[in-house]
């Protein structure tokens, strides 16, 4: 069985850091109307607090794409289990994500969007994890950069669990858990 290791960010720094990135987000659509895609479910918490951050009249829409199984490592390819309900050509972009950590998912999803003649498309990932990437993708805007390790809470599950967890923590795994 899995435990929580340690906490590596807590409730407050969370707090500050999502309203720093609100800010932002504010500040570089300042007049626009962009839509604003919660990848779930791993973004749902993240996405929730930050777009009460953000004083612009967002457009909400929510995603479901699946890369991982019950494990801890990528197998590679993405599939929508769960489309967008609008139509986003012509439109300005913002997909929320948990974290990035090959880089598969979002580099696939945002050529996707992209094909589908979005106006413009950014990623705002609450982490990073640049260790693990696998292809070239960069986030546009990112919350904390982390090492190469596992983490759940703040949206973040491992095996379904732990998403409602107020802080990111790391996670130790027994011998052969690892996929
Ligand atoms: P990737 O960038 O395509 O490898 O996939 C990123 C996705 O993998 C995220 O949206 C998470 O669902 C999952 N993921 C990657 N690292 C972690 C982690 O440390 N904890 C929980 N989920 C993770
Ligand atoms: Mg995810």
Request: glycine share 8%; proline share 2%; net charge negative.
């Amino acid at each position: 069985m899995e435990k929580i290791d340690k906490i590596l960010i807590n409730a407050k720094d969370i707090k500050n850091r999502v309203a720093q990135m609100g800010a932002l987000i504010q500040t570089d659509y300042a007049e626009k109307s962009p839509v604003v895609i919660c990848v779930l479910k791993g973004a749902m918490v993240f996405y929730s607090d930050l777009v009460r951050q953000i004083d612009l009249p967002l457009i909400f829409d929510t995603i479901s794409v699946s890369s991982y199984g019950a494990g801890t490592s990528s197998s590679g390819k993405i599939n929508i289990i769960k489309d967008l309900d609008c139509d986003i050509s012509g439109k300005d972009v913002i997909v929320v994500e948990d974290i990035i950590d090959s880089g598969l998912t979002m580099k696939t999803l945002t050529l996707t969007l992209k094909n589908r003649g979005a106006k413009s498309v950014k990623v705002c990932a609450f982490l990073d994890k640049p260790s693990g990437r696998r292809v070239d993708f960069k986030a546009d805007y990112v919350g904390y950069q982390i090492g190469d390790e596992f983490v759940v809470g703040y949206g973040l599950d491992f095996d379904g669990k732990y998403r409602n967890l107020p802080y990111i923590g790391a996670i130790s795994l027994d011998e052969g858990e690892r996929e």
